[in-house]
């Protein structure tokens, strides 16, 4: 999951995946800025957070847990 420390939408999805229990790596924009253009590349825009499974992407950009956990459904199966 591409995130920064800044963004509340990042710490909704951290704690919706924790809860969850499910395992994700974090890679920090601000620490990794090369990350930036994969998130580009990915979603058109720089978008966080943005989760990447097997090559597919998704953002949780405003963030909706019913969005984001129907989306995370569809990035899993």
Same mark, same amino acid.
């Given at each position: 999951?591409?995130?920064?420390?800044?963004?509340?939408?990042?710490? $909704? $999805?951290?704690?919706? #995946?924790? =809860? /969850?229990?499910?395992?994700?790596? =974090?890679?920090?924009?601000?620490?990794?800025?090369? $990350? *930036?253009?994969? *998130? *580009?590349?990915?979603?058109?825009?720089?978008?966080?957070?943005?989760?990447?499974?097997?090559? /597919? !992407?998704? +953002?949780?950009?405003? !963030?909706?847990?019913?969005? !984001?956990? /129907? +989306? #995370? $459904?569809?990035?899993?199966?």
């Amino acid at each position: 999951m591409y995130t920064a420390t800044w963004c509340g939408d990042c710490r $909704a $999805a951290k704690r919706y #995946l924790a =809860e /969850k229990g499910i395992p994700f790596n =974090e890679i920090d924009i601000e620490e990794h800025p090369e $990350a *930036v253009q994969t *998130v *580009v590349a990915a979603r058109g825009k720089r978008v966080l957070p943005t989760l990447e499974y097997k090559g /597919k !992407f998704i +953002d949780g950009n405003h !963030f909706n847990v019913e969005q !984001f956990a /129907k +989306d #995370l $459904a569809t990035l899993l199966a």
